[in-house]
Structures are given as structure tokens and as C-alpha cells.
């Protein structure tokens, strides 16, 4: 049977680590999904048909030991009876049914083990299928927060905010590289300017000493004319 021989690799797959060592959960999930519902399909079919193979042998092997248990009996009546030779006519049947008896066992327990077997697959693949649908509605929630998240950290961003401290920060840059300007305007005009003659600034001075005294002396005079002295 092709599904038992896939029995070992069913039951020992550990679905929860490989999701977690998975670069994309989602997709995985998504795939295991696919293979388990498919897997879970066939599971079922073969499970249905095991258990109808056990049912039967069931059925056999308790119809062979009635068939036993009624030999025994008339094998006991007619020894009771004093037929000595019906009753081992009887037990030579109860005999041969025993020994088909034999075969209906292990036929039986074959068809019980396996049975067993495709019970447990069948239980484990309900388990995991219902485990990733689990799963996958967790990591689909978590992505739309995820995403969320992103267009949050888009919007803040490019918020009003930012873009009004972006030119805050431009604006102290122009204001920086006009005063750089202004600065040097004011030096360039600085060196423009005609150095002083120093002995020309000295006949100033002297010069104006004279007209200070010339326009003395003629107050001094006018008082005089005035009678003010």
C-alpha cells in the first residue's frame, strides 16, 4: 500500500519547525496546506478501506470460532449421548476450524495493525491541517500589521513636520551663507576705503587751532567795542 510506505516520513514530520525555519511562513504554509488537504484526501479513502478489511476479518475469525464453540458442543452431546463416533466426527470439524482459526487470527491482526496505523496518520494529518490553518490565520494578521506599520513609517516620514524642520534647516543654511556674504561685502569695502595721510591729518589739526584762535580774538574784540569787558 503506497500510503504506509509514507506512514514513518507523515507521522515524524515536525510542520511547526520547518515553518519556523522558513524564510516565507506564509507560502509554506499555503504549500503545506495543498500537500496535507491532498495527502489527508487519499488518507481518508485508504483509512476507509483498511477499516472495512478489518471489519471483515473480524467478522470471519468470530464466525469461525461460533462455528468452534457449535462443534465443541455437539461433539459433548454426543459423547453424552454414547455416540462415541459422532463425537469425534465433531471434534475432527472443530479441529479443522481451529486451524483456519489460526490463519483468520493473523489475518485479523494485520488488518487491525494497519488500521491503527491509518487511524493515527489520519488523526495526526486533521491535527496538522488544523494547526496551519491556525497558523496561517496568525501570520496573515501579523503581516497586515506589518504592513501597517510600514505605511505609518512612510506617512511620519514625509509628515508636515519633518518637511517644516527640512526647511527650517534650509533656511539656517541660506541665512548662514548670507551672512558669510554680508561679511565679506563689509570687508571688501573696508579695504576700498583710502588709507589716511598722517601729515595731512596733523595740518588739521593745527589748521583748525588757528581758526579757533582768529575767531577768539575777534570775539574778544567785539566784547571790547560793546563795553562787555
Avoid: C
Avoid at 509554506?28 to 478501506?49: C, F, H, N, P, W
Amino acid at each position: 500500500m503506497g500510503i504506509l510506505s509514507r506512514f514513518k516520513d507523515i507521522i515524524s514530520s515536525n510542520i511547526n519547525a520547518a515553518l519556523d525555519r522558513a524564510e516565507d511562513p506564509q507560502k509554506m504554509i499555503e504549500q503545506y496546506l495543498r500537500e496535507l488537504t491532498g495527502d489527508l484526501a487519499e488518507v481518508k479513502r485508504e483509512t476507509a478501506s483498511v477499516m472495512a478489511d478489518e471489519a471483515k476479518a473480524k467478522r470471519n475469525l468470530i464466525a469461525n470460532q461460533e462455528e468452534i464453540e457449535k462443534y465443541t458442543n455437539l461433539a459433548k452431546k454426543a459423547l453424552a449421548a454414547g455416540n462415541e463416533a459422532d463425537a469425534k466426527i465433531f471434534i475432527k470439524k472443530k479441529q479443522s476450524l481451529e486451524e483456519i482459526g489460526e490463519s483468520l487470527q493473523q489475518m485479523y491482526d494485520v488488518a487491525a495493525s494497519n488500521s491503527a496505523k491509518m487511524r493515527q496518520m489520519h488523526d495526526k494529518l486533521v491535527r496538522d491541517l488544523q494547526d496551519l490553518q491556525q497558523r496561517k490565520t496568525i501570520i496573515e494578521a501579523k503581516l497586515k500589521i506589518a504592513k501597517a506599520q510600514e505605511k505609518v513609517n512612510e506617512a511620519a516620514k514625509n509628515s508636515a513636520a519633518n518637511k517644516a524642520e527640512a526647511s527650517l534647516g534650509a533656511f539656517a543654511r541660506i541665512e548662514e551663507k548670507v551672512d558669510h556674504m554680508l561679511d565679506q561685502a563689509n570687508a571688501m569695502a573696508e579695504l576700498q576705503l583710502e588709507p589716511v595721510d598722517e601729515t595731512w591729518a596733523a595740518e588739521e589739526r593745527y589748521h583748525e587751532a588757528i581758526v579757533n584762535s582768529k575767531v577768539d580774538s575777534e570775539l574778544e574784540a567785539m566784547k571790547a567795542e560793546l563795553g562787555l569787558l
